[in-house]
């Protein structure tokens, strides 16, 4: 029988929230998408932060030799992956005390932000706190949960409500905004003292364009003095290594947090790839490969920032990330009808909260030619 407290054809309320997600925002595109591609010289797109330069031949070395894989992979991912990774975060992100025990892998970060919330047991009547301008998926995590998702910038306007999980976003997709050690500092000791975990999504952590605020790992001991408790850190492939295609991150952070997220992704088969994870430990061995990236956005962002600016827009943020952060002053669709007119597609700051419906955001993650195109129309 189905009584109130079922959801339709019987399923609980629960798994009926999985039913009342938000309409996939980037729909709402699709006609300013086909008015930037009847522009004479093609479209310049760049309202997604995809990828386009190509993977790294050495990476495509290595997925391409651990193609025969007829057993299954790891969970955990290979002790060589873990290892190549624990490294990575001591290099380039200072993390000290990082264990290779306590690496998971994922498949692609927006698979572990959507899901997080459930594999760590949030359910009804629990709070997931964002940012109050984030990326679209942390809302949907705590849906797909059936927890409650709170867009908020200000932990204090909480109350004394203990929330479940605090997500944390520096840089920033989309504002590019970098959280100083201080006030992530201040995250973690707030969230300590109510049992709250906090996760932080550090996709853009080595993009920073502004030496005076570079961004700083959660884990690091500045932030975390030198304990990872109650903390996890979520780092991705896509952007660092052109590997979006691969699908590859990885979690890693308070033990006893990864080993249940171990635990239930063991279970429900949330496993990389054997030949990806050969791959991952490749590209987290290498920096190289990175910075010659990061010289390439480098340039294309100066020149969008001068483009932009130049045709009346105000850049806010945007010190780091694959992101400007622009306005015109005016609601933003107005600011794609405009641009797209110019066959130039951008992000609707309304796609990732109500404080963005004046802004756009641009990425940068498009090839040389395409960015010349933009400069020379703007
Ligand atoms: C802030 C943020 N987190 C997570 C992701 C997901 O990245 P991926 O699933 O490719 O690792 C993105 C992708 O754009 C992002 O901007």
Known sequence: MVGDDRGPAGFSKEVWALFTLPDFPWDRLAPYKERALAHADGIVDLSVGTPVDPTPEP???????????????????TPELREAVAGWLRRRAGVTGADPDAVLPVIG????????????????????VFPALAYPTYDVGARLAGADPVATDGLLSLGPVAPKIVWVNSPSNPTGKVLPAEHLRKVVAWARGRG?????????LEFGWDERNPPISILHPDVCEGSHEGLLALNSLSKRSNM???????????????????????????????????????????????????????????ALREAFERHGFRIEHSEA?????????EPCWDTVAHLASLGVLVGPGEFYGPGGARHVRIAFTATDARVAAATTRL
Do not use: N
């Open 59 to 77: 990476i495509r070395q290595a997925l391409a030799a651990a193609s025969d894989a007829p057993g299954y992979p790891q969970t955990y991912g």
């Open 109 to 128: 970060t927006k698979e572990l932000v959507a899901w997080l919330p459930t594999l760590l047991g949030a359910g009804p009547g629990d709070k997931v």
């Open 196 to 204: 709250a975990v906090v996760v932080s999504d550090e996709c853009y």
């Open 244 to 302: 979006a295609g691969y699908r590859a991150g990885f979690v890693t952070g308070d033990l006893a947090l990864v080993r249940r997220l171990l635990e239930v992704r063991k279970h429900a088969g949330m496993i990389v790839p054997a030949p990806v994870q050969a791959a991952m430990t490749v590209a987290y061995g290498d920096d190289a490969h990175v910075d010659e990236q990061r010289a390439r956005y480098a340039r294309r962002r100066a």
């Open 321 to 329: 990330s694959l992101y400007l952060w622009a306005t015109r002053d």
